[in-house]
């Protein structure tokens, strides 16, 4: 018991590390972790006095857990089953394969990212780049909302920049939780949106176990009252317009939900549109291929933001006009079933998206780029100031939701042209403008953003 025994210096070395990585692991780890979860919880505690939709205990749950409360949910181990049958696999490697699913899939929000510098960097972002303008808050319908529903934002897809735009503008109310494609999975954002509460979802899959896997992850936050954002057109518009529902996230919440039982999903549309869009070249590009997927490449953010800090060194930035929210009548779920449907998923996709559709504001560039569209390309300013006029009197009467400066039309138009003309879209001679060759597909692009509303 007592005897001494030799050892070689690379085996003490190699037991030492081993002793301390244990030691680590049993004590010092947990106690690391303790200390920083509660720091977190003393974070939301102070969030949620001042946020009037508190963040819900399930979107602070260990990740851990979450995951576990989605893979041992009854339809998720019967599809595991079904699955396993199907490929002809062991049900443990099955459910290996929807454990890689709930991972994939469920979040791991954390407070101080969102609200410490994640919200900081998107009202940064938003009021550097835009003149950021709210027309419609419809302040007295969604502060009747019942404090216990769960509220899921349904918003048209414009931009990239929706998702930084609706952060800001959400982040004195409550923390949203973003569906979001498979572009952003590449590393840095991949993390990063995880920890702001985003979960990535394979669109185009038609895994029936990856589908049951995100259907219960959806359900669950549904059901504990986690405040979504689901852009229902499933990816940005390539030509303006906006898009039919897909109609997966909505039939997933509308599959969860029980009347009787469950709490009220209450759905508020937003409309968005911009001045200019960052991604519109892009965008109109792959309009006629509709297979073209959008890769997320560090190189392109790197350079733009070269350039944009060059800009602002030199003086030559100027902001890329108006970027306008305003929100839509609230659609409660609870009412929409009292009527009977028949397919009650693609008639709440419906009803969601026109009430979507109805609040999108009219801002000046689509204005000017509808009328020149109109005109084959050439228009005298007088006249387009004219009709400018006479079409925002007629908005106000019709109440239809639109952007201007405080000095009025007139000042809205001269700023729409010139920026207009300083991308080199527009050429004016005396009092002729002319679209230019230059990015000429972009008018329609921007037209079609109004083309839906009726004031004309």
Same mark, same amino acid.
């Given at each position: 018991?007592?005897?001494?025994?030799?050892?070689? =210096?690379?085996?003490?070395?190699?037991?030492?590390?081993?002793?301390?990585?244990?030691?680590?692991?049993? %004590?010092?780890?947990?106690?690391?972790?303790? *200390?920083?979860?509660?720091?977190?919880?003393?974070?939301?505690?102070?969030? &949620?006095?001042?946020?009037?939709?508190?963040?819900?205990?399930?979107?602070?749950?260990?990740?851990?857990?979450?995951?576990?409360?989605?893979?041992?949910?009854?339809?998720?181990?019967?599809?595991? &089953?079904? /699955?396993?049958?199907?490929?002809?696999?062991?049900?443990?490697?099955?459910?290996?394969?929807?454990?890689?699913?709930?991972?994939?899939?469920?979040?791991?929000?954390?407070?101080?990212?969102?609200?410490?510098?994640?919200?900081? %960097?998107?009202?940064?972002?938003?009021?550097?780049?835009?003149?950021?303008?709210?027309?419609?808050?419809?302040?007295?319908?969604?502060?009747? +909302?019942?404090?216990?529903?769960?509220? =899921?934002?349904?918003?048209?897809?414009?931009? &990239?920049?929706?998702?930084?735009?609706?952060?800001?503008?959400?982040?004195?109310?409550?923390?949203?939780?973003?569906?979001?494609?498979?572009?952003?999975?590449?590393?840095?954002?991949?993390?990063?949106?995880?920890?702001?509460?985003?979960?990535? +979802?394979?669109?185009?899959?038609?895994?029936?176990?990856?589908?049951?896997?995100?259907?219960?992850?959806?359900?669950?936050?549904?059901?504990?009252?986690?405040?979504?954002?689901?852009?229902?057109?499933?990816?940005?518009?390539?030509?303006?317009?906006?898009?039919?529902?897909?109609?997966?996230?909505?039939?997933?919440?509308?599959?969860?939900?029980?009347?009787?039982?469950? $709490?009220?999903?209450?759905?508020?549309?937003?409309?968005?549109?911009?001045?200019?869009?960052?991604?519109?070249?892009?965008?109109?590009?792959?309009?006629?291929?509709?297979?073209? $997927?959008?890769? *997320?490449?560090?190189?392109?953010?790197?350079?733009?933001?070269? $350039?944009?800090?060059?800009?602002?060194?030199?003086?030559?930035?100027?902001?890329?006009?108006?970027?306008?929210?305003?929100?839509?009548?609230?659609?409660?779920?609870?009412?929409?079933?009292?009527?009977?449907?028949?397919?009650?998923?693609?008639? %709440?996709?419906?009803?969601?998206?026109?009430?979507?559709?109805?609040?999108?504001?009219?801002?000046?560039?689509?204005?000017?780029?509808?009328?020149?569209?109109?005109?084959?390309?050439?228009?005298?300013?007088?006249?387009?100031?004219?009709? *400018?006029?006479?079409?925002?009197?007629?908005?106000?009467?019709?109440?239809?939701?639109?952007?201007?400066?405080?000095?009025?039309?007139?000042?809205?138009?001269?700023?729409?042209?010139?920026?207009?003309?300083? $991308?080199?879209?527009?050429?004016?001679?005396?009092?002729? +403008?002319?679209?230019?060759?230059?990015?000429?597909?972009?008018?329609?692009? /921007?037209?079609?953003?109004?083309?839906?509303?009726?004031?004309?």
């Amino acid at each position: 018991m007592f005897t001494t025994v030799e050892l070689p =210096v690379w085996a003490l070395i190699l037991m030492g590390l081993l002793a301390a990585v244990t030691a680590a692991s049993h %004590l010092l780890f947990p106690s690391v972790r303790w *200390f920083f979860r509660r720091r977190a919880e003393r974070v939301v505690a102070r969030l &949620n006095t001042r946020l009037k939709r508190p963040i819900q205990p399930f979107k602070l749950a260990r990740r851990h857990d979450m995951i576990q409360n989605v893979l041992y949910d009854p339809d998720v181990i019967r599809a595991v &089953n079904e /699955y396993a049958e199907r490929q002809g696999i062991p049900d443990n490697v099955a459910f290996e394969t929807a454990e890689r699913y709930a991972r994939e899939i469920v979040p791991s929000f954390s407070a101080t990212i969102y609200f410490g510098w994640g919200t900081r %960097l998107a009202k940064w972002l938003s009021r550097g780049l835009y003149r950021v303008r709210v027309v419609n808050q419809n302040k007295e319908e969604i502060e009747a +909302i019942d404090p216990d529903a769960t509220v =899921v934002y349904i918003i048209n897809h414009r931009s &990239n920049m929706d998702y930084v735009l609706v952060t800001y503008l959400a982040a004195k109310d409550t923390s949203l939780s973003y569906a979001v494609g498979e572009w952003a999975r590449g590393w840095p954002l991949r993390p990063l949106i995880k920890m702001m509460g985003g979960y990535f +979802i394979r669109r185009k899959s038609l895994n029936p176990l990856y589908r049951r896997v995100l259907a219960r992850y959806v359900q669950l936050s549904t059901q504990e009252g986690v405040a979504q954002a689901v852009f229902p057109e499933g990816g940005l518009s390539r030509t303006g317009e906006l898009g039919d529902p897909k109609l997966g996230l909505i039939s997933y919440i509308v599959d969860g939900f029980d009347p009787e039982t469950s $709490r009220d999903v209450v759905f508020v549309p937003i409309g968005l549109n911009y001045d200019r869009v960052l991604e519109d070249r892009v965008l109109v590009a792959a309009a006629g291929d509709s297979r073209k $997927r959008f890769k *997320f490449r560090l190189s392109m953010v790197f350079r733009y933001v070269g $350039r944009h800090l060059w800009q602002r060194i030199t003086g030559k930035f100027h902001k890329l006009g108006f970027a306008a929210v305003a929100y839509g009548s609230p659609l409660s779920l609870r009412e929409f079933l009292s009527t009977p449907r028949e397919d009650i998923a693609s008639d %709440l996709g419906q009803a969601v998206m026109e009430r979507v559709a109805s609040s999108v504001p009219v801002l000046p560039v689509p204005v000017i780029a509808w009328h020149l569209q109109q005109a084959d390309g050439q228009i005298l300013r007088s006249k387009l100031a004219e009709l *400018f006029e006479l079409e925002v009197a007629a908005m106000r009467k019709k109440r239809i939701n639109m952007c201007l400066p405080q000095s009025g039309p007139e000042k809205g138009l001269d700023a729409a042209l010139r920026l207009l003309e300083a $991308r080199g879209m527009i050429t004016t001679d005396n009092d002729l +403008i002319t679209v230019t060759g230059k990015y000429a597909e972009l008018m329609p692009y /921007y037209a079609a953003s109004i083309a839906h509303l009726s004031w004309k």
